[in-house]
Structure formats: structure tokens, C-alpha cells
């Protein structure tokens, strides 16, 4: 089952974002994870029950590019 949070969050220069967590879980255990911030909450919102609609249909299929950082 998927499902999305929104937290609030202050950023340094003290302005509010609204990152937004969307989850799929099966047996317990996280099968699907991705968040992403807005300046507003309701574009937060918008997105997360855009994507959760996406994840329980099966379509959210493409695997990102994981990014390794390191020291030069």
C-alpha cells in the first residue's frame, strides 16, 4: 500500500518548504521510497497524490541513477 507525508521544513534563509515523502510498503518492509520539496503546500500535495496514484497502479517503474559521492 502507498501512501504520502508532507513535512514542514525551514530552510536557512528561514522561508518554509514542504517536503513531501511518498512510500509503498509490502509485508512490512519499504518496496518503493521517493520525496521531493515545494515552496507550497498545496503543489506538495498535489504531487504526492499524483505519484501515490502512479506507485499503486504499477507504473512508477524506471529506476533513478544512483549517485556515489566521494572525495577527489
Known amino acids: ?5 508532507i ?3 525551514k530552510i536557512a534563509s528561514d522561508e518554509l518548504r514542504y517536503k513531501c515523502i511518498v512510500r509503498e510498503k509490502a ?3 519499504i ?3 521517493e520525496s521531493k520539496t515545494f515552496t507550497q503546500k498545496a503543489l506538495a500535495e498535489r504531487w504526492g497524490r499524483k505519484r501515490v496514484l502512479l506507485v499503486q497502479e504499477g507504473r512508477v517503474t524506471e529506476k533513478q ?3 556515489t559521492l566521494s572525495r577527489c
Open 27 to 29: 509485508n512490512g518492509t
Open 1 to 5: 500500500m502507498a501512501g504520502f507525508t
Open 31 to 33: 518496496i518503493h521510497n
Open 65 to 67: 541513477k544512483t549517485v
Open 7 to 9: 513535512e514542514k521544513r
